[in-house]
């Protein structure tokens, strides 16, 4: 398996409606890949259809995307991603709405009136942004809002009048919450107590707030287009208004519907303006069909609404699928019964139909999950012709889910080429291509070649990593060997069976060395015990010398040495020269790329370049100087200073009194290696710029900093500092150095 670079992209300004739903990707990624393995105009298959965002980019790119979704929800979002109504539309339906009448009201002021509150320092009426309330009770604790009237803002306790508005509006619910479900599920449906249970998500003032709107919807006239462009908005307050909005955000992606104990009650009237401004920048125009209608060789998006079981027979030999992309789905019981929900509300009963054994389950496991990929996958088989290749795209990735996609891949005939991993908050990088059977020999788990796989991965990486990543290496190498699950096994008995042999094999081998607090193995990180001095490749054979250094050493060396011949880079061309040097699971993250770069580069303009000190020659003849500073401090002391190897020896009466290794770099690791004399002796010396990037080092990697503890590191600074001492004493000069520790900061350095 030859590991792919992972593919750069950006992060999206503005993720769009719903984004705590959808996966969260970066742009660029997939109209990077797609043409490195299909032409323009192919049409390509997304089989999941779960990311609109991937579905869109695709056919912008010029691609002919077939896009199953079976999620009604989902499908109106890639359809608005297609073909957004015009920012006027948007307007101007919200205008109809906030124009009708509501008894002698306007519609837009009574539903604005549901959150008007009194600023606690100006006493001028307002709308509260939202209110806070804890689980269970009966009434919010506090507001939030911007006065407009003496700009007093934040957070505030809830008035006399905010407690009572609520308990009013709460007087009236029964008969809203059973119009909510009756546009959902009719009251003889064995499914009703499902409805009721997801609408139980929603407080009386939101689901007044919605069903009113709803219930105006038919009554509004609108043209078709602004009729779309309604439900857009109304799908954002849908959204806004239930309680799966913990107060504060720690979990803002929720995946249950679980009421957090505190959580935020939205103005849903500023929810639509909101929407109004968020789906107004979705979008360009790209062409939209509904199979069986054909796209143009110039490309789009054509929508099969059904599972991809039923389009496998009808694509099969009709249409030459070129390649396979999608955001792998991950369980998500709140989304997935909420858009049963939503479906309902805007569209009626028949529009949840098809989707509604959604609202009936309860619990998705892995499990459930791996029998669900492994179902699609099988499908997908079918119609794919060997060798199609197939980009898969785990977004939130953790052991369970990349255990589950890969066990259901390998399961139904898809070969693993290649997974990139960056870190734990990225997507996971997958690539499959169709193989040519689908039921293969398996192979034995051998629990030795799992120890061997993760060894080797470790000594390349030449520092800890986390669980993920020693999982991932596990299971390819498990995916290898056709070995992550047995014919006669369940996706439950095998998933299990993958974990607890990944976990012997990291837990039985001394080798191995958990850097964690706690007893579970899949937090913290994994490293080696000890650190051999020449690092056998996996071959056998001896390894280059650049593989003695950890990959945040080399990472930092190769975006040196890029800037040097690149001046003036931007972000993108940086991770783009160093991906491909670090494929597969060594992929840096964007975290280690930055601490390098701020070390060594300052940024104008979005360029990066590197400072005027971290040029070639100014540092080569920095060195020089600190070579001579090290001899001049070391005379006054009464040492003698020579050279052996990279360290300079202070010596007396022919025997060594301290050491010093002078670096120009962050390179902490490579500089232990090559001093062979005791800690307590030793010296490194780096330039003050280096000293945030080297803590930093330490940081991320807990068995350097264990090494670099037992050193001293000073910087340049300190040197010459102290050579202009009037009086230095070998006293002084050890409280000196002592007193310079890596993370002190600059200002505290300017003691003397
Ligand atoms: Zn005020």
């Not at 959150?115 to 320092?121: G, M, Q, V």
């Not at 509904?290 to 609404?305: F, K, T, V």
């Not at 991965?457 to 498990?478: F, N, Q």
């Not at 299990?496 to 850097?515: C, K, M, W």
Request: aromatic letters at 8%; charged letters at 25%.
């Amino acid at each position: 398996m030859d590991s792919q670079s992972y593919i750069p992209g950006l992060n999206p300004a503005e993720p769009g409606p719903l984004a705590r739903f959808t996966p969260p990707l970066e742009d660029g990624v997939v109209s990077a890949w797609l043409p490195l393995h299909a032409p323009a105009g192919s049409w390509v298959l997304d089989p999941f259809g779960f990311s609109p965002r991937l579905v869109l980019e695709a056919a912008r790119a010029g691609y002919r995307v077939l896009v199953t979704v079976n999620n009604p929800i989902t499908r109106f979002l890639v359809e608005m991603s297609a073909r957004p109504p015009a920012e006027a539309d948007f307007k101007a339906a919200l205008a109809d709405l906030a124009a009708a009448k509501k008894g002698e009201e306007r519609l837009g002021t009574h539903l604005q009136s549901l959150y008007l509150t009194t600023c606690e320092k100006c006493g001028n009426e307002i709308y509260a942004d939202s209110f806070l309330w804890r689980k269970g009770e009966d009434a919010p604790y506090a507001r939030l809002y911007a006065c407009t009237h003496c700009e007093d803002s934040g957070e505030r306790a809830v008035t006399e009048r905010d407690v009572e508005n609520a308990r009013k509006i709460a007087g009236t619910d029964s008969l809203h919450r059973s119009r909510a479900f009756e546009r959902v599920v009719t009251l003889e449906d064995g499914d009703r107590v499902y409805a009721e249970e997801a609408i139980e998500h929603y407080l009386p003032r939101p689901l007044y707030f919605l069903t009113t709107l709803i219930n105006r919807l038919d009554s509004l006239n609108l043209s078709p287009e602004r009729r779309r462009a309604l439900n857009a908005l109304i799908l954002v307050a849908c959204d806004a208004g239930n309680t799966l909005w913990d107060h504060p955000a720690e979990r803002p992606r929720p995946k249950q519907l679980n009421v957090p104990h505190q959580f935020r009650e939205h103005n849903l009237w500023a929810q639509l303006e909101r929407g109004l401004a968020q789906w107004a920048q979705t979008g360009a125009g790209v062409l939209l069909e509904a199979w069986p209608n054909r796209l143009p060789e110039s490309g789009g998006i054509c929508i099969y609404e059904g599972r991809l079981k039923d389009l496998a027979e009808e694509v099969q030999k009709q249409i030459p699928i070129q390649a396979v992309i999608g955001s792998l789905p991950r369980p998500n019981q709140a989304f997935w019964t909420l858009s049963a929900l939503w479906a309902g509300w805007l569209w009626g009963r028949e529009a949840v139909e098809p989707y509604k054994p959604a609202l009936r389950r309860r619990r998705y496991d892995w499990a459930w999950n791996a029998t669900a990929l492994n179902a699609a996958f099988t499908y997908l088989f079918e119609l794919l012709h060997p060798g199609t290749p197939f980009f898969g795209l785990l977004s939130e990735p953790e052991p369970s889910f990349l255990t589950s996609a890969l066990t259901a891949a390998s399961a139904a005939g898809l070969d693993l080429q290649s997974v990139a991993l960056r870190t734990e908050h990225d997507p996971i990088q997958l690539l499959w291509t169709c193989g040519e059977h689908l039921k293969r020999q398996p192979g034995e788990a051998d629990l030795e070649d799992v120890r061997e796989s993760i060894h080797t991965r470790l000594v390349e990486r030449g520092e800890p990593a986390s669980y993920l990543h020693v999982h991932a290496a596990g299971l390819i190498c498990l995916a290898k060997a056709q070995a992550l699950k047995q014919p006669n096994q369940e996706f439950d008995e095998a998933l299990r069976a993958t974990q607890s042999l990944i976990q012997t094999a990291l837990g039985g081998d001394p080798r191995f060395v958990h850097y964690s607090t706690g007893e579970n193995v899949e937090t913290g990180l994994w490293g080696l015990a000890g650190r051999p001095a020449v690092m056998p490749s996996g071959n056998g054979s001896p390894v280059q010398d650049e593989h003695r250094d950890s990959l945040s050493d080399r990472v930092e060396i190769a975006i040196v040495t890029f800037l040097q011949k690149h001046p003036r880079s931007i972000y993108l061309e940086i991770e783009h020269d160093l991906y491909p040097r670090f494929p597969g699971l060594l992929t840096p993250s964007k975290a280690i790329i930055y601490a390098v770069l701020s070390s060594y580069a300052t940024k104008e303009g979005g360029e990066w370049k590197l400072r005027a000190e971290d040029v070639a020659a100014a540092r080569r003849s920095e060195l020089n100087n600190i070579t001579a500073l090290i001899e001049a401090i070391g005379r006054r002391l009464g040492y003698s200073t020579r050279r052996q190897d990279k360290n300079y020896l202070w010596e007396q009466n022919g025997r060594v009194e301290r050491t010093f290794y002078i670096l120009a770099s962050a390179l902490i690791g490579r500089a232990l290696a090559e001093t062979p004399y005791p800690p307590e002796q030793t010296v490194i010396v780096i330039p003050g710029g280096r000293a945030a990037l080297a803590a930093y080092k330490a940081q991320r990697d807990p068995a350097l900093a264990g090494r670099v503890k037992k050193v001293q590191i000073v910087k340049y600074r300190l040197l010459r500092a102290l050579i202009e001492l009037p009086v230095l004493t070998r006293e002084t000069f050890e409280e000196q150095v002592a007193g310079d520790p890596l993370e002190k900061s600059k200002s505290q350095m300017m003691m003397f």
